[in-house]
């Protein structure tokens, strides 16, 4: 049986492989906000999303601050990391996140 985890990415414009390596190892439904334009989270985090991925290098520290708030909040995870997948996966793997 295969467990749906999902995820919120927050930051970045492009993703590149990452959502193909996130799948991998698992983690099955995958939402992108880019923090561009028309893309504010409007105080919300969807109800179904296990942890979020916060990518430090690729957003601004406004919205860093009101993702990491609305989380802590909900006490969903949260995984500040390089938009890289070596930096994701090493985040994840030294995170409390158990993904079965």
Known sequence: MKYK????IVGGDHLG?????LDKI??????HLTGRGGQK???KI?????????????VNHNL????????VNRKIPIIYAK?????IYQKIKDSRITIP
């Not at 860093?64 to 989380?71: D, E």
């Not at 938009?83 to 930096?87: C, G, L, N």
């Open 46 to 58: 969807p109800e179904n999303v296990d942890f979020i991925i916060l990518l430090y290098d690729f």
């Open 17 to 21: 492989s990452i959502p193909r390596e």
């Open 26 to 31: 698992g983690i099955t439904e995958i939402q």
């Open 64 to 71: 860093a601050y009101k993702v990491k708030r609305l989380a």
């Open 5 to 8: 985890i999902s995820v919120i």
């Open 83 to 87: 938009r890289s997948w070596s930096s």
């Open 41 to 43: 989270m409007r105080g």
